[in-house]
């Protein structure tokens, strides 16, 4: 950061053409300039820019101007501006030494930006779940009888066009995924899209169209059920009223309870969670394949479990509701008294993909891009915000060191609901991450791999070291923001939305920490927070 002394601004004209004035010739230029609210267009000259925040006749207006790299003397910026009624805030300058192998015309952060969408792109095609379905179809040995499919989850479309395309045909099927996810017709299967993260009757009634398919089978039929993350919500028969069931849920979300304690407590409630399914199943053999979205991979928490043994207790269940403060009826404390079938003897279950795979396919993007990548972890469970602020003081330690860096985490971190905004985790940690890296050559994305975050039309969030001069110029404290739970609408305020759409799997997030080739090393004297 710099300070101009000596000197004095001002900057007129309308508020679509101004130019700035500085006296003593030689030290600065005069420039003229299209003021840019979305300060998305920035000009740099002897590489060094800055954001000036202005109120210009009451209207909020960003004016992105030119500095010199060498200033001979510490010149002042004189407040009295000439005709404004001018509001000072944020006048950084961001250092703009060295390079980036860009594309003509591409300033450094737009080149990271590029890098990041190739990454994304690359690791979420290496884990979708055809191959995978095929290899685990390997395993599957029929009866005599009927072979009939059951998907449920955001990637259920996708595991299920695998499966039968792979087996050829199947005798009846039923699909539940989330709205907007059904990719088109599947040969024998019937498909519905329902809510998620909260149930609702679309769900409800997907679900039971599935139990009335596996009703009456034999020892010889074959159920091949095919699982994804998102289960808990879409493949749901609740055993307590639906508005109820949703109310809880929605409870769950805005407590900070992580993905085990929630299913802890849904299992209970349901008579399709926590092996229940699969009792409904038998005598008919159920083959499950399972794409994981939980770390460690516990098979019955994943979708709460509908054809695994629950492996958790009642006693657990109560202790979740009482650490939460769940507002719960009769009814509900009375289930949650309930113990869930602890054997099975019907199923075989194969697990494939995971986060695991997620950072490693993330790991060869990097790789290829000419990033050396390290990966912190694939357990990431900790806070968004605390997550992206480590990520990005990780960036500050490690700038300057004259290579290109990629840092990877994966795992599923959570948010806790203080305000009324909107948003989702890795928008959140993108968000969080923005101050740390601010004026620097770097870069820091988070992403569903299911294309979805929280309750919003994008997979995640993207800043860099340009956001967060942008967010300050356009009128956004990205610290209210995420004291309101509002990343959404602050990323899309700088173009730092990341929408993919329905991806077809789902094996938890990815979050991402590039830093370019000649990031300067950063001033320990300049802080990360806002």
């Known amino acids: ?48 820019s800055a954001v000036l925040v202005a109120r210009l006749n009451g209207v909020q207006e960003a004016v992105s101007s030119i500095l010199a790299t060498r200033i001979g003397t510490r010149p002042t910026i004189s407040k009295e501006i000439v005709g404004l009624d001018f509001l000072f805030g944020c006048f950084r300058a961001l250092s703009r030494r060295g390079g980036h192998r860009c594309k003509e015309g591409e300033s450094m952060n737009a080149a990271l930006r ?10 979420l095609n290496a884990v979708l779940p055809d191959e995978a379905v095929r290899r685990a179809l390997r395993d599957l040995r029929p009866g005599k009888g009927r072979v009939l499919l059951v998907a449920a989850g955001k990637a259920a479309w ?41 149930p609702d009757e679309n769900g409800f009634a997907a679900t039971q169209k599935a139990l009335e398919l596996v009703q009456g089978l034999t020892a010889g ?18 055993l307590v009223p639906g508005a109820e069931l949703q109310d809880i849920t929605s409870q769950l979300l805005a407590s900070g309870a992580d993905i085990v304690e929630m299913n802890t407590i849904r299992k209970r409630l349901s008579g399709v969670k926590g092996g229940r399914f699969a009792q409904r199943c038998a005598p008919a053999q ?11 991979d516990p098979l019955d928490m994943i979708a709460s479990g509908p054809a695994v043994p629950d492996t958790s ?32 003897d019907n199923v075989t279950t194969r697990i494939t993909g995971s986060v695991r795979e997620l950072c490693r396919a993330a790991a060869s993007a990097c790789r290829n891009l000419g990033y050396e990548p390290v990966l912190l972890t694939d357990q990431l469970c900790c806070e968004a915000r605390e997550a992206g602020s480590f990520l990005g003081s990780i960036v500050r330690t490690q700038a300057g060191q004259g290579k290109k860096l990629a840092y990877i985490a994966g795992g599923e971190t ?20 923005a101050p740390a890296i601010a004026g620097l050559n770097a870069a820091v994305f988070s992403v569903g791999s299911d294309g979805t975050d929280g309750p919003t039309d994008a997979a995640g969030g993207y800043v860099d070291g340009d956001t967060l001069a942008a967010l300050e110029a356009g009128g956004w404290s990205g610290y209210a923001a995420l004291q309101n739970n509002d990343s959404y609408h602050a990323l899309k305020a700088v173009d730092g939305l990341i929408i993919t759409g329905a991806t077809g799997t789902n094996v938890n997030d990815v979050a991402v920490a590039l830093i370019g080739e000649k990031t300067p090393p950063v001033s320990p004297e300049v802080s990360p927070e806002w």
């Open 221 to 238: 039929d074959t159920v091949l059920f095919l699982l994804s993350g998102g289960g808990s919500a879409l493949f749901e028969q609740p």
């Open 414 to 433: 959570i948010v806790h609901l203080t305000g009324k905004g909107l948003g989702g985790r890795n928008q959140e940690l993108a968000l969080a991450a």
């Open 1 to 48: 950061q710099r300070s101009l002394v000596g000197s004095e601004m001002c900057i007129r004209d309308s508020r679509k053409r101004c130019r700035k004035v500085l006296t003593k010739p030689g030290k600065m230029r005069i420039i003229s300039f299209v003021a840019n609210a979305s300060v998305g267009r920035r000009r740099t000259i002897s590489g060094c």
């Open 114 to 123: 590029r890098d990041a969408d190739v990454i994304l792109r690359s690791s």
């Open 313 to 344: 207790t009642c006693a657990q269940a109560l202790a979740v509701a009482e650490k939460y403060h769940l507002g719960l009826s009769a009814q509900a404390w009375a289930l949650l008294a309930q113990e869930t079938p602890k054997t099975l």
């Open 158 to 198: 996708q595991m299920a066009h695998a499966a039968v395309e792979t087996l050829g045909r199947v005798d009846g099927g039923v699909v539940v995924t989330k709205y907007g996810h059904v990719k088109g017709e599947i040969p024998g299967v019937t498909c519905y899209e329902a809510g998620h993260p909260v």
């Open 286 to 296: 159920v083959f499950s394949i399972v794409l994981s979205d939980i770390l460690g």
